[in-house]
C-alpha cells in the first residue's frame, strides 16, 4: 500500500510563513511506483475542498486564484514528495489541508493524506 504522510502545519500569525510536506510512501501491489503529479488542497467546515496547487513530475504547476503569489509548490521526484511553502498568511487560509497524489504506474490511483491543521491568527 502507498500512504502519504503530511507535516509542518500550526499555528501562525498573519503575515507569517509555514512549509507543509508530504511524503508518499510504501508499494502498489508489491511493486514499486510512479507519481505522475502531487497537489494540496485545503477544507473547512461548511465548505467544499478546494483545490490550492497542484504540480506534476515534469514541473508544470497551478494555483488558485486566491493564493497564487504567496504559495509556492514543489515536487522531489525521486523522493515522491511534495512541499508547499506558503508565505503572507491569512486568517482566511485557516483550512485542514490535504495532500493528494496521482500514481500512473503500476497502475491508476489517487492518493490522499490524512490532512494537517493549518490555524492563522493573532
Known amino acids: 500500500q502507498v500512504q502519504l504522510v503530511e507535516s509542518g502545519g500550526g499555528l501562525v500569525q498573519p503575515g507569517g510563513s509555514l512549509r507543509l510536506s508530504c511524503a508518499a510512501s510504501?508499494?502498489?501491489?508489491?511493486?514499486?511506483?510512479?507519481?505522475?503529479?502531487m497537489g494540496w488542497y485545503r477544507q473547512v467546515p461548511w465548505k467544499e475542498r478546494e483545490l490550492v496547487a497542484t504540480?506534476?513530475?515534469?514541473?508544470?504547476?497551478n494555483y488558485a486564484a486566491i493564493v497564487k503569489g504567496r504559495f509556492t509548490i514543489s515536487m522531489d521526484n525521486a523522493k515522491n514528495t511534495t512541499y508547499l511553502q506558503m508565505n503572507n498568511l491569512k486568517p482566511e487560509d485557516t483550512a485542514v489541508y490535504y495532500c493528494n497524489a496521482v500514481q500512473l504506474f503500476p497502475y491508476t490511483q489517487v492518493y490522499w493524506g490524512q490532512g494537517t491543521q493549518v490555524t492563522v491568527s493573532s
Open positions: 504540480i506534476t513530475s515534469g514541473g508544470s504547476t
Open positions: 510504501g508499494t502498489a501491489s508489491g511493486s514499486i511506483f510512479k507519481i505522475n503529479a
